[in-house]
């Protein structure tokens, strides 16, 4: 078999691109790359103070079961040399939480994103950093205005750590008032976004250390904002907490294992989808109690439990299926016309907090919808969703995902590109019925994912001769013969007992 050609370059690709919709950021050069880098710093490094951060505005949303962090900044170069280097600053403890860092020009969002990755430093140091490449070096004394944002899964505490079956849960986020960062900022504010109005506590800041001389924070409906702050000093901090009502699921997938098998013969995409769910919400403090959820069911109060879990599919799905680790689950629902696709599941039990919850799911479509064939040779282009999965109102984090494209038997040359950001990535020979040597099969695996990435790309192409299409009927015509073969060579043996007259 020839070896497989794999590359995530886009050059490859600029000619299929345009028969796609648009990707906003591209894997190789612009999207991050968690724990993975080629740069490595020494253990004393620190960023050299060639820029300032002239204005900054931090976003802080909890609405959803995982905080978004938004930072929209003017920065400087303060030095005397062009420079394209910009450091930002994490918690040790904080970095393996931080999912999908992107980095836009905020006056330009319609570009790609720039390059950010996570740079090799001293493991006992407690801050690391992202490395954020700008497109080309900013001129001394020049500005750029930056959009960062990132989401930090895992990191919501419920405070008490357990509550009744129907009570409310109250969340606590920790963070800094100051934004962290490795420069010097001149100004600076905070944002902070709540579900609803019932904001519990909040650290209050001394007055004097805001410029406007006011309380700090100000509330205002379900926002409070810390700030505006004059000149601070790089990595500099300031603690503060809020806790706030969110009565809702912490639902995170530590891992999702998705299986996307191409069958050109049978012109169907059968995709299956393997969960590993916990709730991270607020354990219950007394044993559940059955007549008190189905009471609750006629007026369906808010609740941190997870009874249903809804996930539009791609119009023409069709022929799904929802299993766990007992066998086939029949409370679910699947609803498919013209317009849309949908499948609700409903678990075995309501999954409250600290319980989990294994299954898997599947469906099959049309491939004529998803698969096309190049002009000119025997090229053909895949393009899939990367994540589908259940999406709910509160939002979900995965910890790692793991996608499959199990293509036909015997392709070749076979390339991808997606703006997912991945961590690793191989190529195997996946064997099922009837097979000769085994499907080419292509293992792309991310970690750190929120479900708003569900409307990502992956496009995979690949090459299909003639006659490795023709591989598959013919193992079936020697496997009947075989069988023929057999039977007539059995049928001619002699298994009398008596001597032959």
Request: hydrophobic content about 35%.
């Amino acid at each position: 078999m020839k070896s497989l050609a794999i590359t995530t370059g886009l050059l490859p690709l600029l000619p299929l691109l345009s028969l796609f919709s648009s990707i906003q950021c591209s894997s190789g050069s612009s999207a991050s790359k968690p724990l993975n880098s080629r740069l490595v710093l020494p253990s004393d490094f620190k960023p050299p103070q060639v820029f300032r951060n002239v204005n900054l505005v931090r976003t802080v949303n909890l609405e959803k079961s995982y905080p978004r962090h938004t930072v929209n900044v003017i920065i400087e170069n303060v030095d005397k040399k062009p420079q394209d280097e910009y450091f930002l600053p994490f918690e040790s403890t904080l970095l393996e939480k931080v999912g999908v860092l992107e980095v836009r020009d905020k006056k330009n969002p319609d570009k790609s994103c720039f390059r950010a990755e996570v740079v090799e430093h001293d493991p006992q140091s407690p801050t690391r950093f992202y490395r954020i490449l700008l497109p080309e070096p900013l001129k001394p004394s020049t500005q750029q205005t930056l959009s960062i944002s990132y989401s930090l899964l895992s990191s919501l505490q419920p405070l008490p750590a357990a509550i009744d079956q129907e009570d409310k849960q109250y969340l606590v986020h920790a963070f800094s008032a100051y934004s962290p960062s490795a420069y010097k900022t001149l100004k600076q504010k905070t944002k902070v976004k709540f579900p609803s109005t019932g904001v519990k506590e909040y650290t209050v800041i001394r007055k004097g250390k805001n410029t406007d001389g006011t309380e700090d924070p100000q509330k205002q409906g379900s926002t409070i904002t810390y700030g505006p702050y004059g000149e601070v000093p790089a990595e500099v901090q300031e603690p503060v907490r809020v806790r706030y009502e969110f009565t809702k699921p912490l639902l995170h997938v530590s891992a999702l294992e998705r299986d996307l098998e191409v069958s050109h013969w049978g012109g169907n995409l059968a995709t299956e989808e393997r969960y590993w769910t916990v709730n991270n919400a607020a354990n219950l403090s007394n044993h559940f109690s059955r007549v008190t959820w189905q009471k609750s069911e006629y007026y369906k109060p808010a609740s941190v439990a997870v009874s249903s879990l809804k996930m539009p599919l791609l119009i023409g799905s069709l022929n799904p299926y929802f299993t766990d680790e007992i066998g086939n689950v029949s409370t679910s629902r699947f609803r498919s016309n013209l317009r849309e696709a949908h499948l609700e599941l409903k678990p075995r039990y309501p999954v409250f907090g600290g319980w989990k919850y294994n299954f898997r799911v599947g469906w099959d479509a049309d491939l004529n919808k998803f698969l096309r064939k190049l002009s000119g040779g025997n090229g053909y282009a895949l393009k899939v969703p990367f994540m589908e999965g259940p999406k709910q109102p509160e939002g979900i984090g995965y910890g790692k995902v793991e996608v499959r494209v199990i293509l036909p038997e015997g392709a070749q040359n076979v390339k991808y590109y997606t703006s997912v950001p991945l961590v690793s990535e191989e190529t195997s020979l996946h064997r099922t019925f009837m097979d000769t040597l085994g499907r080419t099969t292509l293992k792309l695996t991310a970690l750190n994912l929120v479900d708003d990435l569900r409307d990502l790309d992956l496009i995979v192409t690949y090459d299909y001769p003639f006659t490795a299409g023709l591989r598959k009927p013919f193992a079936v015509f020697v496997g009947v013969m075989s069988v023929f073969i057999a039977a007539w060579g059995v049928g001619q043996l002699d298994t009398s007992i008596g001597r032959r007259k």
